[in-house]
């Protein structure tokens, strides 16, 4: 076998490991990504249901929040593994303890009305909430758009594909 077949024969096997490798990582974090998504859904239902702090909800809001921390711890141990999934791991951990403040912030804005506090203070403790919720909204977002992101380029062909 001459010099030149060999070494397009080591090139072909080796952008066959590469896609092999690609395909792979692909499976394995498409079924994770779906699980995160799943999850950003139930902290987005979780903000709805906390935002109104009504107590007929609160089953379903104990319930949506049960589901979303049983899910994530496993979710969290499975994305460590892959670089990308470090980074979403990180991002909708740091959400789902953005959603539990946010929860806080809705109670303490409720006993400040109990306690009849001034108006002045329970408008400006609201805004302070509202722009919480809000950025929970855009921060859910932007988790979804990098999970698609990820996946996407994954699914890009490899060079010699």
């Known amino acids: 076998m ?8 080591r090139d072909l096997k080796r952008i066959d490991d590469q896609q092999h490798l690609r395909d792979a990582r692909l499976v394995r974090l498409r079924d994770d990504l779906v699980e995160l998504m799943e999850i950003l859904i139930l902290l987005r239902r979780y903000t709805w249901l906390a935002q109104w ?3 007929a909800d609160v089953i379903e809001k104990d319930g949506v929040r049960s589901e979303a921390r ?47 506090a001034p108006a002045e203070a329970i408008l400006s403790y609201g805004q ?18 990098k999970a698609r992101a990820v996946v996407q380029a994954l699914a890009k062909p490899l060079p010699g594909d």
């Open 128 to 145: 302070k909430a509202d722009e919480q919720w809000k950025g929970i909204q855009s921060g859910i977002e932007e988790i979804a758009d």
């Open 2 to 9: 001459r010099v030149g077949e060999r070494t397009h024969e």
């Open 53 to 55: 702090d009504n107590p």
């Open 70 to 116: 049983g899910r994530l711890g496993p979710l969290e141990a499975r994305l460590v593994l892959d670089e990308d999934g470090q980074q979403l791991s990180r991002l909708v951990t740091a959400m789902a303890r953005d959603v539990e403040h946010y929860e806080s912030m809705v109670r303490t804005q409720s006993q400040l009305v109990q306690q009849h």
